[in-house]
């Protein structure tokens, strides 16, 4: 009976964790996703003042080069900004069926010629179901956990990659109710420097991270986070320190047979007679119309 009550207790306390998690989650998501928006903004009007000034200026003039290292500083802004939408789950655009283990295949191809002596092992299963993703936002998951990986092994080591499909009855224990169908298991070990029970706590919060000042964002696992829960899928992660840290990705399966991507060169933007556009800033509005009217393709219109 005592043993009986024990377990009770146990399971409660899980509960309990994981609902605090879950609300602590849900409030910085909120936060996150106002921030993006209106740093968007922010990079908006930057890149648009900038775009104005270069269309008037010769590729000779003193400041043109200026002119273009704010924009690439624009673009690591706006990268940065992509993966707090992530985290906020409002990154995903188009979901189509894809071919997980070509997309690890190409995101971890890096870590055993980056000379850091690091090399990789690979455990991927055949006919492995396809699931339903965006793949934009997949392949950046991918990629951050590959550099959250290598960072990891400084002085190199061995990283383990395995892929195999599972169902929800093989992940009991966790502190979560997995919904019932299959799901595709990506694991991810590293031998690396491993991490403390507390700090295991806080790596998925945005901002937090264990490198020096001006080596990290804090922003890398935080966006694997949210782009895994908003694809419906699950993450564990198991570490200590100095024995390494592994990954566990669930993501649900998909029923359909992956759509074959257009070559990027064959996609075309057509644009045709009219585009609105509008914006609660003023800035936004204000700057497009200077940058349609520099090309004659301006006409205001003032809506009630």
Same mark, same amino acid.
């Given at each position: ?32 996703? &106002?921030?993006?928006? %209106? ?16 269309? +008037? ?6 400041? @043109? ?16 900004? %992509? ?10 655009? +188009? ?9 690890? *295949? ?18 991927? $299963? ?6 339903? $993703? ?14 959250? $990986?290598?960072? $990891? ?27 019932? !169908? %299959? @799901? ?9 420097? &491993? ?24 922003? !890398? ?12 899928? @699950?993450?564990?992660? @198991?570490?200590?320190?100095?024995? &390494? ?9 998909? +029923?359909?047979?992956?759509?074959? *991507? ?37 006409? %205001?219109?003032?809506?009630?």
């Amino acid at each position: 009976m005592a043993e009986n009550t024990a377990y009770i207790d146990f399971k409660e306390k899980k509960r309990n964790a994981r609902i605090r998690q879950e609300r602590k989650m849900a409030a910085l998501n909120t936060l996150a996703g &106002g921030m993006a928006h %209106n740093f968007n903004n922010l990079l908006m009007g930057i890149q648009a003042n900038v775009s104005l000034m270069a269309l +008037e200026i010769h590729s000779a003039h003193p400041h @043109y080069k200026r002119l273009k290292t704010i924009e690439k500083l624009v673009q690591s802004g706006s990268e940065l900004n %992509n993966q707090l939408l992530g985290y906020a789950r409002e990154g995903i655009n +188009e979901f189509k069926p894809i071919d997980l283990g070509q997309l690890v *295949e190409k995101a971890f191809e890096s870590p055993a010629g980056n000379g850091k002596g690091i090399r990789v092992h690979r455990d991927i $299963a055949d006919n492995l179901h396809e699931i339903l $993703a965006d793949r934009d936002q997949i392949e950046q998951a991918l990629h951050n956990l590959c550099i959250n $990986a290598t960072d $990891a092994m400084p002085r190199g080591g061995d990283l383990f990659l395995k892929m195999e499909n599972v169902t929800h009855k093989d992940m009991t224990g966790r502190p979560y109710e997995p919904k019932p !169908g %299959n @799901y595709v298991l990506l694991s991810v070990k590293d031998t690396g420097i &491993g991490m403390h029970k507390e700090t295991m706590e806080w790596i998925f919060d945005p901002f937090y991270t264990t490198k020096d000042v001006g080596k990290g964002t804090g922003l !890398g696992l935080s966006f694997v986070y949210g782009v895994i829960k908003a694809h419906n899928g @699950y993450i564990d992660v @198991y570490s200590e320190k100095t024995k &390494g840290t592994s990954f566990k990705i669930y993501l649900p399966a998909s +029923e359909n047979k992956p759509v074959k *991507e257009e070559d990027v060169l064959n996609r075309v933007i057509k644009i045709k007679d009219t585009v609105p556009y509008e914006d609660d800033d003023y800035i936004i509005p204000d700057v497009c119309d200077q940058t349609l009217d520099k090309r004659g393709m301006c006409q %205001n219109i003032d809506i009630p």
